[in-house]
């Protein structure tokens, strides 16, 4: 009985444990988030490693932070970047609760969309270092959005190709 005790201890000491690392995970996302809408760049980019990557939702946007930051900085200049609101988010941990993967789904100006990335831990908190934005299509409109985007695909496609 005892050692069923000490085994339920532990058990409940490492999830209480991952929760305080997931909430600690939320709120840096929430806070990049919140960067973003009120235009606070260097908050913003202090939140990511120097080696992240951000993949936006058109297919040529595969940034570093120093492109990242070059195209981000006119729009955090205008006063308000952009506005992304999780609706919902699940956070993932490796056994050593060193590195996090997530996924969200996003309220946005441009409606829904996805979110995911990976944070690591660093000796100033938890930083993303991937982030990938997508836009959520319903897929019952995915023949009409194929149809939309048919020519600019291929034309990146035939430019991709080549290289």
Known sequence: MKKISVLLFFIGCFTFAQDKTKEAIDSTL????EAASNA????YFDLMTADAVFIGTD???HWDIPAFKAYSKPHFDKGKAWSFRAVERNIYLNETQDIAWFDE???TQMKLCRGSGVLKKTPNGWKITHYVLSIAVP??????????KKDTDNALLTKL???
């Open 161 to 163: 190709s080549r290289n």
């Open 30 to 33: 929430e806070a990049w988030h």
């Open 40 to 43: 606070a760049f260097d908050t």
């Open 59 to 61: 297919a040529t946007e």
């Open 105 to 107: 789904l996003l309220d």
């Open 139 to 148: 897929n019952e409109y995915v023949g009409e959005l194929i149809a939309i």
